[in-house]
T-cell receptor
Framework: DTEVTQTPKHLVMGMTNKKSLKCEQH?????MYWYKQKAKKPPELMFV???????INESVPSRFSPECPNSSLLNLHLHALQPEDSALYLC????????????????FGPGTRLTVL | QKEVEQDPGPLSVPEGAIVSLNCTYS??????FMWYRQYSRKGPELLMY????GNKEDGRFTAQVDKSSKYISLFIRDSQPSDSATYLC??????????????FGPGTRLSVLP
């Protein structure tokens, strides 16, 4: 099973709302990632968790707040977003982080399409 | 110079054609190479991965790596309309910060016309 699941599939929110994106994997992977993807662009890395600890924060604004409650779950809490934050938000997981080679292979979820009004 | 470059496309071919998708890279520390396929509004799907220079075949897909030229390719034989998607190359190295360790190319949009 190489499945990463994400909920919800679509989300529309106002600039004053608080919402959360959820990601789950049951492959025993110990690294999980959040990416943001705009149309016709490759995914841009936001956060990396390795063994449930935040390892990378790519200077993401504080209105995005990640959380890794356990090794299978990854959340992204959203608050006071801007219209320019509208994008496809992708979650990925890999067996390990920064080991090089096959253990870095990332498996992606289907994404959450976020629209901020 | 970008770390990984890829023909942006869009690339349009007739059904049944052989498609060649290419990436070049500058960092010789990259040792592990992947190809992802992404349909519109979906997450990237891993197609193939390979370590070594040479060819690796999986059905209609062949991944080719030339480390001496820092060049990788994905060939699609007998292309089908269902192959219409964006193809992203990705590569991984050992060590360094994340930006050097795992990098995506910008993607090539492919359309296979019936």
């Amino acid at each position: 099973d190489t499945e990463v699941t994400q909920t919800p599939k679509h989300l529309v929110m106002g600039m004053t709302n608080k919402k959360s994106l959820k990601c789950e994997q049951h492959m025993g992977h110990r690294a999980m990632y959040w990416y943001k993807q705009k149309a016709k662009k490759p995914p841009e890395l936001m956060f990396v968790y390795s063994y449930e600890k935040l390892s990378i924060n790519e200077s993401v604004p504080s209105r995005f707040s990640p959380e890794c409650p356990n090794s299978s779950l990854l959340n992204l809490h959203l608050h006071a977003l801007q219209p320019e934050d509208s994008a496809l938000y992708l979650c990925a997981s890999s067996p390990r982080f920064q080991r090089g080679g096959i253990e870095d292979t990332q498996y992606f979820g289907p994404g959450t399409r976020l629209t901020v009004l | 110079q970008k770390e990984v470059e890829q023909d942006p496309g869009p690339l349009s071919v007739p059904e049944g054609a052989i498609v060649s998708l290419n990436c070049t890279y500058s960092n010789s520390a990259f040792q592990y190479f992947m190809w992802y396929r992404q349909y519109s509004r979906k997450g990237p799907e891993l197609l193939m991965y390979t370590y070594s220079s040479g060819n690796k075949e999986d059905g209609r897909f062949t991944a080719q790596v030339d480390k001496s030229s820092k060049y990788i390719s994905l060939f699609i034989r007998d292309s089908q309309p269902s192959d219409s998607a964006t193809y992203l190359c990705a590569m991984s190295a050992i060590g360094g910060n994340y930006g050097q360790n795992f990098v995506f190319g910008p993607g090539t949009r492919l359309s296979v016309l019936p």
